[in-house]
Nanobody
Framework: QVQLVESGGGLVQPGGSLRLSCAASGVIFSISVMGWYRQAPGKQRELVATISSGGSTDYADSVKGRFTISRDNAKRTVYLQMNSLKPEDTADYYC??????????WGQGTQVTVSS
């Protein structure tokens, strides 16, 4: 059974930091592309960052220089380090796993609120 379980969300003040984690089970983690997406209230889900099986990363322009995606294949976990958080980063954050042939899986999401 495939499971992607996100954790690490919460309430943080502007300028603060959070680290999200997504633990995968029931998958072949090492060959997959992992991604973080977010969806703010009333908005469409958008890409935040991705990391390939080889470690190549890509980021949305809005988070470049502030967020860092990383992965630990031994732990089957992907991380999103979020620094210098802004109120506009407030959203539900979702983890996505995609196999090379396209099959994908999503986590249930973790809420991030940036507010003073």
């Amino acid at each position: 059974q495939v499971q992607l379980v996100e954790s690490g969300g919460g309430l943080v003040q502007p300028g603060g930091s959070l680290r999200l984690s997504c633990a995968a089970s029931g998958v072949i983690f090492s060959i997959s592309v992992m991604g973080w997406y977010r969806q703010a209230p009333g908005k469409q889900r958008e890409l935040v960052a991705t990391i390939s099986s080889g470690g190549s990363t890509d980021y949305a322009d809005s988070v470049k220089g502030r967020f860092t995606i990383s992965r630990d294949n031994a732990k089957r976990t992907v991380y999103l380090q979020m620094n210098s958080l802004k109120p506009e980063d407030t959203a539900d954050y979702y983890c996505r796993l995609q196999y090379p042939r396209g099959r994908e899986y999503w986590g249930q999401g973790t809420q991030v609120t940036v507010s003073s």
